[in-house]
């Protein structure tokens, strides 16, 4: 059995300089044809050495083969126009131009299959794969065909199914379906959020996981944060709904944030995978600190089920930053379990002593 608080990271990190230009989301493709392909897979590479070297048990990608966690995925469907953008509002918060869905949306061949297979192939560790969640990517388009939410999120959800299955077969531990949605519209996540969510997760045997965020360090984000109050109860929402739900994992923010920890008592029966790492700040958390979230959150879920984590993807931070809030967050774990052995150990002499 593996120890407890085995450490993973919610999926991004930034990519190589001559690769994609830095600090930048959508940043375009610095290489072209075979090259963009073996640079990217190059850039996978790197940030396996750079997770493993850091302590991360379950590792990912760090989301190096895509330009972006929602539009790479929908680039590769049908029923999308990449041409013609229109603009919406995105999660109630900023403007964006974006795609819009002009005809049924349909998967013709996989996506990250390749992606995944060559991931399984890199590391001998235990590996994730992130997919956006439905409701986040209906969030991300303009829809000109369907007229209806739900009825758009139900076709992403029969899509990523069938992506997540194959993925699935090539080896992979964990599939994570990314949804920040569900921290806005509370209404639709009760009414068919959760159910389209697992409808994409529908018959997978490995773990699956859902990550709901309040987002990257970018402005939009950080001035939607300043209206939030001091204590941020969204996810006192969706928590219940999920503990309810056939999803195994939940990932959310608790470093650095207004989020009230008590929260994470909502998921009783769920694998629990805490933020220990602010992904807003280029300020590198201490191992000390990491340890002291970790050590409020098992106050609500016991270790086996307690994950340390990031906040959110790492993307939009220097290279150095983030290797280095990687390596905090490993030294942060190896701290709390250093705790949970020396108590248990305690309590094994005492029990001794009393026989
Ligand atoms: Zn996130």
Redesign the pocket.
């Known amino acids: 059995m593996p120890s407890p608080l085995q450490t993973t990271i919610?999926g991004s990190l930034p990519k190589p300089a001559w690769l994609s230009p830095p600090a930048q989301l959508w940043a375009p493709w610095l290489l072209r044809d075979e090259r963009l392909v073996e640079g990217k897979r190059d850039a996978v590479r790197l940030a396996l050495l750079d997770q493993e070297q850091a302590g991360i048990d379950i590792v990912t990608d760090g989301e190096q083969t895509r330009r972006h966690f929602v539009t790479t995925f929908i680039e590769n469907l049908e029923g999308v126009d990449f041409e013609h953008k229109r603009t919406v509002h995105i999660r109630n918060r900023y403007d964006a131009e974006v795609p819009v869905v002009v005809g049924a949306v349909a998967r013709r061949h996989p996506v990250f299959v390749d992606d995944a297979r060559f991931l399984r192939a890199a590391t001998t560790h235990r590996i994730k794969y992130t997919l956006p969640g439905p409701m986040t990517m209906v969030d991300t388009l303009y829809d000109a065909h369907y007229g209806s939410r739900e009825q758009l999120a139900w076709a992403f959800a029969e899509i990523l199914n069938d992506e997540a299955r194959a993925i699935e077969a090539e080896g992979i531990d964990v599939i994570q379906f990314?949804e920040?949605a569900f921290n806005v519209y509370f209404d639709e996540v009760r009414d068919w959020g959760v159910r389209a969510l697992e409808r994409a997760a529908q018959g997978l045997r490995c773990n699956t996981a859902v990550?709901i965020?309040y987002?990257?360090g970018i402005q939009a984000n950080i001035d939607w944060k300043k209206t939030l109050g001091a204590e941020w109860r969204q996810y006192e929402n969706t928590f219940p709904l999920l503990a309810g739900s056939k999803i195994d994992q939940v990932s959310l923010e608790c470093a650095n944030s207004h989020v009230p920890l008590e929260l994470i008592a909502l998921l009783e029966g769920k694998d629990v995978l805490v933020g220990a790492i602010d992904v807003a700040t280029a300020r590198v958390e201490t191992p000390e600190e990491v340890a002291a979230t970790i050590r409020a959150a098992l106050k609500y879920v016991s270790p086996e089920r307690l994950y340390p984590c990031t906040?959110?993807?790492m993307v939009p931070l220097s290279r150095e930053v983030a290797r280095a809030k990687l390596r905090a967050l490993g030294a942060g774990a190896e701290l709390a379990r250093r705790d949970l052995r020396r108590r248990a150990t305690r309590r094994s002499r005492a029990a001794r002593g009393a026989v």
């Open positions: 919610a990314d920040p990550h965020c987002g990257y906040n959110c993807g």
